[in-house]
Structures are given as structure tokens and as C-alpha cells.
């Protein structure tokens, strides 16, 4: 029996929330990963903003790889974007590696994800503002849930570029064999649009925080 067959038999729920983030149409694709990732957001932010010590990631934060207040708003837009589009580079090299259905880039979104949460619930951002209490305004406030909104796009738009396949479990054991070759990567119509309005989103996102660093610090 397959690993995949075996979690449908002990965890039906997993299996189906799996045939959802996997489903051929990107669009189911996209809106599945992320109602999956913001539930899991919001549950971290509650247990970060309660329950962990304050500044716990700020030294993790990828915005303290950039220098000082650039200096205008379209040098700042350029500085954070050029950190953005490496980590959407990241995401999608690790689609090159799939684990029986999964594909690693949704880890490593996952990750992100998960970290932007403890991120605001701890106050680790590289601009102390105080803990970000959980709240719709908040979140719909600042660019971060765009930009990890921008990066499921990139996840789940990269999907079918996969080299390596880890064919069955135990994950941590088996071994990647390599099925596919660069060659053999083609992304649907459709999978070209959400990659495109997802670096859309994200450069958006990305001029928004240049105009809000430049109001606080410029």
C-alpha cells in the first residue's frame, strides 16, 4: 500500500485538503493552498501574539538584510522587491522536487507562511511597532499578506516543474530519483497568468511598504 493510500484510509480529511492543493486547475490550486496557509496564519498569529517572548525571529527577518532607508521610495521599492523575487525563486526551485503528491515549494511557502505569523505576533519586525494584535485591519493594513499571497501564486503556478520524485514513504527515508528533465517543463495558459498576477501582486505590495517605510523613516 502507497503512502498516499494509507493517509486516505487513517486521515480522510488530510487526503482530501491534499486533492485540493493538487488538483490539476490552478485556480482551485491557488484558492486551496491559501484558505489552507491562512487558517494556519491566523491560529499561529493568536499562539505567537499570546503565548510567545516578544522579538523571538526579528534577527530572522529577511527585511534586516536591507541597508538603511534607501533614500526615496523607488530605491526602497527596488531593494525590497530584488529580496521578494529571490525568496519567489526559491519557491519555485524547490517545485523541482516532488514527495509522493507534494511539492516542496509548498513547504517552503508553508514556512514563510508561518513565520510572517510569529513575525507579527512576537513584534519581530525590522521596525519595532509593538506586537500586532490579531485583527481584519491588520491584516488587510500592512503588504505582508500580499506578498505571501504573491508567493502561493508562484507555488502553485510552478506546481508541474518538478524533476526529482520522492515515489512513495516514508519521506524521510526514501530516496529522490530524478523523472523528469528541464525540457520536459511547460506551464499552462492559465498557470502563466496566476505566475504573472502574482508578481504583479507582489510588486504592488512591495511599492506599498516602500511608501509606508518612507512615511516613517524617510
Known sequence: ?????ASSRRFP????????????????????????LMAL?????????????????????TATLLPEYAGS???EFLAIIAINLVTCLIVAAANTFRSVRT??????????????????????????AGRLAPSLSVLLGRSGLFELTAYVAVAVATRELYLWHQR???????????????RDWRLSRNEWLVLLGGLLLLAAANYREAVMISQVVG
Do not use: C, K
Open 1 to 5: 500500500m502507497t503512502e498516499t493510500a
Open 13 to 36: 480529511v488530510v487526503e482530501t485538503v491534499s486533492d485540493y492543493v493538487n488538483h490539476e486547475n490552478v485556480a482551485v490550486r491557488f484558492v486551496s493552498l491559501w484558505t489552507v
Open 41 to 61: 496564519f491566523v491560529a499561529t498569529w493568536y499562539a505567537s501574539y499570546y503565548f510567545l517572548p516578544e522579538g523571538l525571529l526579528r534577527s530572522t527577518n
Open 73 to 75: 521610495v523607488w530605491r
Open 103 to 128: 511539492p516542496m515549494g509548498y513547504v517552503v511557502v508553508t514556512v514563510i507562511w508561518l513565520q510572517g505569523a510569529v513575525v507579527w505576533g512576537t513584534n519581530s519586525l525590522a521596525i519595532e
Open 168 to 182: 512513495s514513504g516514508p519521506r524521510w527515508r526514501e530516496e529522490f530519483e530524478r523523472v523528469r528533465s528541464p
